[in-house]
């Protein structure tokens, strides 16, 4: 059996209820279970969570760089999409 | 022996415990075997840092002879150690350490989850905040006794010879003598008798998801309650006290 | 796109300051030069837990134990982002630390110094986890995501290890005249090893220019040094510490500090291996690699086995 430092896993940690888990980091471990705790050993240790999330590295499939253009910039010319684009008269609220 | 003689004695019982096993996974520090591992075993040291820190403060609290923590930590000699006999055992390898620290654990948990309930509101509150942290080594150990039980031939023989050798001190946990008796009469403490079973049931369950064998070991060794103890502790307490003694009422 | 032209984007983008991450286009030079110094940093880390790691068990009270048992920690995990950090540029950690039994790979030459007295433990954290953090807030503004993300969190962990350490040296000077001697002592041993972990005078290295212009070097070794000095010596003043540089002296029209000759020979021989703790630390690193290496493989077999079981059921 060839020796190794165990597969990557990204860490998501959630610090408040309510809010988006965010990415901490990532850690070695040998399958899910150990991942959480190695997780919440490594990226907790400052109370800095309540909920954590391990995925492995490799299911993760990111855009690559290339695709910034073709996948981003078509958003750019829509500002319809934002409340600023449409004027509305002072003293009209709740608007 | 008054109540608060009796909770005293209890005390250190728990408080050594916890002081001896903590610095035993100190020892691991920078050394363990992956640095996930190495991160690990310092939360739960530090966890024992802390419990310790909390019950010596007590204790000396309820002696009222001005000892404080460090006293009672740094100044007293083996045979005033109280701590369990297979919490001062060197840590061997990796399989030993996990071995002795799961059967301690599992003990600790059904344990402090009894004094949860205990009449001293300071034992009781104590115990409450400990029993999350243990409720996590807990799990933390069981899953590495199920990794190296049934993981490859050598880990399982590791761990099976650690658990063979570890079997004789593992009685003593449930010894009870007039201390406890009158702390269950008076509700401080649970019966241990009760936490016998609980820790056999799981003890069970454990070994037999990571394929182990029950040890076959008759002989037992006792004496903690009375400070006769293996011949490790008095090394342990040369280096942790060495310092704080050579320079007697110096601050740090 | 050619090289030049991606060569130029790359750089009209570190200029306008926006982070390179692990799958952008950059230089060769660039992706190496990073290599070197996550791992190298991050090696410094893990066996920076080694000679604070020697006095954990023999720490004088419990609050100084848990205080240096959490510090050593931090270090560890520190060595855990940035093994990380360069995981992301598509090298692996067993690679790494391959590296760093094998002697290929260099850490910080500071670790190589023996942890003596328990007055060393303040004086680490203050000196060597000051002088550290130096260097850390600088590069935690480099032009690499990942490392620069790294930087972020460690420098939030490192301020508390920089002030207990201080704490310790307070203790120590205000204690009895055994324990300011300690405190003296650590102080004459660690001062220039401190100053000189910084590395040697950088100014008219060829690759300096480069890597400023790519952010990868935020400043000059001997900025960072001067910085370090500066704010280091009133705080020994303070607590009535003596700096063993007898040339040290405040320059008035500078603001800023003049120092004595650095021993800078001293420096290389021990990056070469020859200081006074090399082989032990890279010994006590190999053994636990090589008695951990059952456990790794136990836990592979382990999920090998419930994946297997899975796939039968
Ligand atoms: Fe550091
Ligand atoms: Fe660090
Ligand atoms: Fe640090």
């Known amino acids: 059996m060839t020796d190794t430092q165990w597969p990557v896993w990204e860490v998501f940690v959630q610090a408040n209820p309510g809010i988006p888990h965010k990415h901490a980091g990532s850690v070695h471990a040998p399958d899910a279970e150990m991942a959480l705790q190695n997780a919440r050993d490594v990226y907790s240790r400052r109370s800095e969570g309540m909920n954590i999330w391990v995925v492995p590295a490799n299911a993760i499939t990111a855009s690559s760089p290339e695709d910034q253009g073709s996948f981003f910039e078509p958003s750019n010319d829509k500002p319809y999409r934002h409340p600023t684009f449409y004027k509305i008269p002072e003293g009209v609220k709740y608007l | ?252 | ?313």
């Not at chain 2, 840590?91 to 002795?100: E, K, L, V």
């Not at chain 3, 067993?94 to 004086?123: C, M, R, V």
């Open chain 2, 1 to 252: 022996m008054n109540l608060q003689q009796a909770k005293f004695e209890y005390l250190l019982r728990l408080g050594d415990s916890s002081l001896i096993i903590g610095h035993r996974l100190s020892e691991w520090c920078g050394h363990g075997p992956i640095l996930e591992e190495d991160l690990a075993m310092i939360n739960i040291a530090l966890d024992f840092v802390g419990n310790t820190s909390e019950l010596l403060k007590y204790a000396g609290q309820l002696e009222d002879k001005g000892r404080d923590e460090d006293e009672l930590a740094y100044m007293r000699d083996e045979r005033e150690f109280r701590n369990l006999l297979i919490t001062e055992q060197p840590n061997g390898d990796f399989a030993f350490t996990i071995a002795r620290q799961f059967l301690f654990d599992t003990y600790m948990f059904f344990l402090y989850e009894g004094l949860k309930a205990s009449k001293d509101e300071t034992i009781a509150a104590i115990a409450a905040k400990s029993h999350k942290e243990i409720t996590y080594h807990l799990r933390h150990t069981s899953e590495w006794m199920y990794r190296l039980g049934d993981g490859t031939a050598e880990s399982h023989d590791r761990l099976q010879s650690a658990v063979n050798d570890l079997w004789m001190f593992t009685a003593e946990l449930f010894d009870m003598d007039e201390v406890d008796a009158l702390l269950i009469k008076e509700g401080v403490a649970p019966d241990l008798n009760n936490i016998k079973t609980e820790w056999e049931t799981r003890v069970n369950e454990v070994f037999a998801k990571a394929t182990l064998q029950l040890p076959t070991t008759t002989f037992k060794q006792k004496g903690s309650r009375e400070g006769k103890h293996t011949e490790h502790l008095g090394f342990l307490l040369a280096e942790m006290q060495y310092l704080h003694r050579a320079y007697p009422g110096a601050k740090w």
């Open chain 3, 1 to 313: 796109m050619e090289d030049a032209k991606k060569l130029e984007a790359f750089e009209a983008k570190i200029n306008s300051g926006v982070k390179i991450e692990p799958k952008d286009w950059m230089p060769e030079a660039y992706r190496k030069q990073l290599v070197r110094m996550m791992s190298q940093h991050a090696h410094s880390e893990i066996v920076g837990m080694l000679p604070e790691g020697n006095w954990i068990t023999r720490a004088p009270n419990l609050r100084r134990k848990a205080i240096l048992l959490a510090k050593v920690q931090d270090e560890g995990g520190h060595g855990l982002y940035l093994y990380s950090a360069a995981e992301t540029l598509g090298v692996d950690r067993t690679e790494l630390l391959e590296q760093l039994h094998t002697g290929k790979a260099k850490y910080s030459s500071i670790f190589n110094y023996p942890t003596l007295t328990w007055a060393d433990i303040g004086a680490i954290g203050w000196l060597v986890d000051g002088a550290a953090i130096m260097n850390q807030t600088a590069l935690a503004r480099g032009s690499y995501g990942p490392y620069s993300r790294a930087m972020v969190r460690i420098c939030k962990e490192e301020s508390f290890h920089n002030r207990q350490g201080y704490e310790i040296m307070m203790q120590l000077a205000q204690g009895t005249p055994e324990q300011k001697a300690m405190a003296q002592d650590a102080l004459n041993r660690w001062w220039w090893p401190a100053v000189m972990m910084l590395g040697p005078s950088d100014d008219n290295s060829p690759n300096s220019e480069q890597l400023m212009r790519w952010k990868v070097k935020m400043e000059s070794n001997d900025a960072i040094r001067e910085r370090f000095i500066d704010r280091t010596v009133p705080q020994a003043e303070f607590i009535g510490l003596t700096v063993p540089d007898k040339d040290l002296k405040f320059d008035e029209e500078t603001g800023h500090y003049t120092h004595g000759k650095i021993n800078w020979d001293e420096f290389f021989d021990v990056i070469k291996g020859n200081g006074p703790c090399n082989a032990k630390r890279l010994k006590d690193r190999i053994d636990a690699d090589k008695n951990g290496k059952w456990v790794r493989e136990a836990a592979v077999a382990y999920a090998a086995k419930r994946v297997k079981e899975k796939e039968i059921a």
